[in-house]
């Protein structure tokens, strides 16, 4: 068991420019959530899979922002012409199926936007 | 929808003194509580969650938690702290009726250790 893998670890663009973060959850795990955390805020939830089905995308911050599972294994999440209002933390949990089980969080994506 | 509140964005405390980090919720459903730590430069690691039963749930590395449903309140507790306590620890719930809605946190609260 390695964990939530998240890469890459840091990102640094430019504001217009297109984004893609990719998270590896905890193999057996078929729960897969996007979280952001921006300074001194807690994480606020952004989306959530169970397998490769996208259960909750209303949170999604703006239609710029768009998620995948595409074979219910790793994920991504991808951000359409970023702005300096998306710099943040980026991170990625994952669970077993019963929901009230542990969420194991990954190390995060930095994203600055320039 | 719900909502937590930490209501210290920081708490100084010295060594091997005991330390209370609040935390209240509002919800119009019931809902599951938990707390996360956030070691510098790590992930969130879960420190203990309440589902049901007894109101007083103890976790990792000697912290408790005592739910009080009346007074919408989860406060974490430690008798005594140690150096490598020093962290960001987050309250969060999420609602009874599934997980599809994640977690929702409160803005955290940095514990700081002094010797």
């Known amino acids: 068991d390695t964990g939530v893998s998240q890469d890459p670890r840091h990102k640094i663009t430019k504001r217009g420019q297109n984004v893609t973060f990719r998270c590896d959850p905890i193999?057996?795990?078929?729960?897969l959530y996007w979280y952001r955390q921006t300074l001194g805020q807690g994480p606020e939830f952004l989306t959530y899979?169970?397998?490769?089905?996208?259960?909750?995308k209303s949170r999604l911050l703006s239609d710029r922002f768009s998620a995948e599972r595409p074979k219910g294994s790793f994920s991504t999440l991808e951000i359409q012409r970023t702005e300096q209002g998306d710099s943040a933390m980026y991170l990625c949990?994952?669970?077993?199926?019963?929901?009230?089980?542990?969420?194991?969080f990954g190390p995060g994506t930095r994203l600055t936007v320039l | 929808a719900q909502s937590v509140t930490q209501l210290d964005s920081q708490v100084p405390v010295f060594e091997e003194a005991p330390v209370e980090l609040r935390c209240n919720y509002s919800?119009?459903?019931?809902?599951?509580l938990f707390w996360y730590v956030q070691y510098p430069n790590q992930g969130l690691q879960l420190l203990l969650k309440?589902?049901?039963?007894?109101?007083l749930v103890k976790g990792i590395n000697g912290f408790e938690a005592e739910f009080n449903k009346s007074q919408t309140s989860f406060h974490l507790r430690k008798p005594s702290v140690h150096i490598s306590d020093t962290a960001e620890y987050f309250c969060?719930?999420?609602?009874?009726?599934?997980?599809?809605?994640?977690?929702?946190f409160g803005k955290g609260t940095h514990l700081i250790i002094q010797p």
């Open positions: 969060a719930v999420t609602p009874l009726r599934g997980g599809a809605d994640g977690l929702t």
């Open positions: 193999s057996e795990h078929n729960r």
């Open positions: 899979f169970q397998n490769e089905a996208q259960l909750e």
């Open positions: 309440y589902l049901s039963g007894s109101t």
């Open positions: 949990a994952s669970s077993l199926r019963d929901p009230f089980n542990e969420q194991f």
């Open positions: 919800s119009s459903v019931s809902v599951y």
